[in-house]
């Protein structure tokens, strides 16, 4: 079945970096774009960055451009999220996404980020 599986959430101080990792498994990882989305408290989970399945593009949520990037290593079946200049906003739960060719969503459990001084 698939599995995707978030790692390398934690606490760090605004100005600081974080790398998410998602490791992906019961489906055909490269063949598909793969999405990064956040759920701040209180707010609607929103869509951070989409990589294409070879990774040759990207797209970015304007109140992240310039300082996250979305990879893949297809070799790993795993998606990163690099975080630079990370801010108090930035705090929430992250996910990875899938969407199947049958449009199911499916999705990770999610890795906490918190930024704060």
């Known amino acids: 079945q698939v599995q995707l599986v978030e790692s390398g959430g934690g606490s760090v101080q605004p100005g600081g970096s974080l790398r998410l990792s998602c490791a992906a498994s019961g489906f055909r990882f490269s063949r598909d774009a793969m999405n990064w989305y956040r759920q701040a408290p209180g707010k609607e989970r929103e869509l951070v960055a989409v990589?294409?399945?070879?990774?040759?593009?990207?797209n970015y949520a304007d109140s992240v451009k310039g300082r996250f990037t979305i990879f893949r290593d297809n070799t790993k079946n795993t998606v990163y999220l690099q975080m630079n200049s990370l801010k108090p906003e930035d705090t929430a739960v992250y996910y990875c996404n899938w969407v199947s060719n049958t449009r199911q969503g499916y999705w990770g459990q999610g890795t906490q980020v918190t930024v704060s001084s």
């Open positions: 990589i294409s399945s070879a990774g040759t593009s990207t």
